[in-house]
């Protein structure tokens, strides 16, 4: 099992948005099989746009390969890769809502700043 600083900085390096860590999921659960992408986007209920930005994301970190032009099935580029993925996957499974903020918190960090200057603090 890795570390949790090592998978927190996997899950928050990896994934731009919550749909790439769905997709992941479905795919490694499914491991076996190849899937065209609008399979994917029946399979997850997503649009075609989210489901191809998701597989570009996975293919960009190692987590799957596009075979016959369009079909992506899940080969991690390294058992390392792949150890951290499924953490990644345990983690969402029992911790859902840490894991979004993982995802969510890194693209507006600014954001974060703004409401954290509005929350009132117990002396």
Known sequence: MPARQELSSFIRSTF???WALELLCFVKK????????????V???GSELVVSQSV???LAAGLVVIE????????PTSEAVDKLASAAEALYASRPDAV?????????PGL???ADAFKLWRD
């Open 16 to 18: 731009r948005s919550v």
């Open 30 to 41: 499914h491991r076996d099989q190849a899937w065209p992408q609008r399979d994917l986007v």
């Open 43 to 45: 399979a997850l209920r």
């Open 56 to 58: 570009e994301t996975l």
């Open 68 to 75: 016959s032009g369009e079909l992506v099935r899940y080969q």
């Open 100 to 108: 979004r903020r993982m995802i969510v918190a890194p693209a507006n």
């Open 112 to 114: 974060s700043s703004f």
